[in-house]
């Protein structure tokens, strides 16, 4: 097969080499300048492991009419991704073995990325009764993450036989923390601009309540646990005692929790509703040191793409979620590199490496070096480019940047040797 030599690139931001793919895997690392066969220029590129996403809602089964497995592993292809891991709150959810090899295979049918279906903890997400995890986890689809996200497992037996059930395959629980009675009918952020916008209030310790209580129970039962889109200066400060403790707690926070606050709720543009909501400055500023020292392991996009009647009207009938994979690393960058609070191998990790691990998805988040599988992303951290939501390849609408400036840009993805996006568009 004729090589790809990614002529001058910058692994993690790094000296120039050239990085030579061939037969899937990176074959030779070369001063730059030096390598043979079909030349990408990516002079001043900075390459990265693929991205991997752990928290992307594709939405099929169930509401193509937002997006299709196909739709949305385009966006993530053009967003730097190389793996997602497909959200469970489909219609029919994805808690039997079928639902999830079908998601599995409708991926490897687009081939823009991998696709890692996330099994539905509970039947239904209904916190009734645990779904079939062993049998998803032996499926096709090899299933090791299980989440009921945009429901909380808010019942401590469940949770706990939960935690139990998948140490047997060395699966993870990934929580959305959520208590139900505290949050009930809530709309943004709990706060004095709830009270002054007449929405009602989320309060943080509907977050860290759970996440406190889970964090004891996997302690106690050895398990592993990952608390979804983290968003609250609290629940950092929970997830750094937990670490302290040496406990099996992974984390993550979306891009929009690291950029946007809860002042956007002023505007009643139900764009900016989401959940967990956006927060206040200061649980921004904690997110992010978060994630600068390693309390919050991954970067984790939340993709929620909704069709337009379901965000349009009013903030309080809207449905939550935002667009993510086409803006996660430029955001980021703004947020984390741009500010001096990650350098590049520290957004390869959060980005790639972590998620990888914790979904234990092999071939995946691994480093660039000779052997291992080609998949990587070149971006251009000099370029910017403004937000234009009709231009993005998602079937939904909704990313909360339309108009905005942001710095950095994918050029170019390889899955396994195999361009997906060649000079920003799909290959
Ligand atoms: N994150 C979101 O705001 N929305 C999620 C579900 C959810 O977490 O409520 C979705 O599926 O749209």
């Avoid at 994979?325 to 790639?352: H, I, N, Y």
């Avoid at 390889?414 to 996006?421: K, P």
Wanted: glycine share 10%; net charge negative; hydrophobic share 45%.
């Amino acid at each position: 097969m004729t090589a790809t030599v990614l002529r001058a690139a910058r692994p993690y931001g790094g000296d120039p080499v050239d990085l030579v793919l061939r037969d899937g895997v990176v074959a030779e690392v070369l001063p730059a300048g030096t390598g043979s066969g079909s030349v990408v220029d990516a002079d001043g590129l900075v390459a990265l492991p693929g991205l991997v996403d752990l928290h992307t809602h594709l939405r099929e089964p169930g509401r193509e009419d937002a997006e299709t497995v196909e739709t949305g592993t385009r966006a993530a292809a053009l967003g730097g991704f190389t793996a997602v891991h497909a959200m469970a709150n489909t219609d029919p959810v994805a808690d039997t073995a079928g639902v999830v090899e079908q998601v599995w295979r409708l991926g490897r049918e687009a081939g823009h990325c991998d696709v890692a279906p996330v099994g539905a903890v509970t039947v239904g997400l209904r916190g009734e009764r645990l779904a079939e995890l062993g049998a998803m986890a032996e499926s096709a689809a090899r299933v090791r993450v299980f989440s009921d996200d945009g429901h909380c497992v808010s019942d401590a037996v469940l949770m706990r036989r939960a935690l139990e059930y998948v140490k047997a395959f060395d699966g993870v629980i990934a929580q959305h923390a959520q208590e139900p009675r505290l949050t009930e009918g809530a709309q943004m952020n709990e706060g004095a601009l709830s009270g002054v916008l007449g929405l009602k209030g989320w309060p943080s310790v509907a977050e860290e309540s759970v996440i406190a209580r889970d964090i004891l129970l996997t302690a106690h039962v050895g398990s592993r646990l990952h608390v979804c889109h983290v968003s609250t200066a609290g629940s950092v400060e929970i997830l750094r005692l937990a670490k302290e403790r040496g406990l099996a707690v992974t984390a993550e926070v979306t891009p929009h929790h690291l950029l946007l606050d809860e002042e956007l709720a002023a505007t009643y543009d139900a764009v900016y509703k989401v959940n967990p909501p956006l927060r206040s400055k200061a649980d921004v500023e904690a997110l992010r040191q978060g994630v600068a020292d390693g309390t919050i392991d991954a970067i984790a996009t939340d993709h929620a793409p909704h069709a337009g009647e379901d965000k349009e009207g009013e903030w309080a009938h809207a449905l939550p979620g935002m667009l993510g994979l086409e803006t996660a690393l430029s955001v980021a960058q703004l947020a984390l590199v741009d500010t001096g609070l990650l350098d590049w191998a520290g957004v390869a990790e959060r980005l790639s490496v972590a998620p990888a691990r914790i979904g234990r998805l092999a071939g995946q988040g691994r480093p660039l070096s000779v052997g291992e599988p080609a998949n990587v992303v070149l971006v251009d951290p000099a370029a910017r480019w403004t937000v234009d939501p009709a231009a993005l390849a998602s079937k939904s609408r909704n990313t909360p940047y339309a108009g905005r400036e942001l710095p950095g840009r994918v050029v170019a993805t390889f899955l396994r040797g195999r361009a997906t996006v060649l000079d920003g568009a799909l290959a």
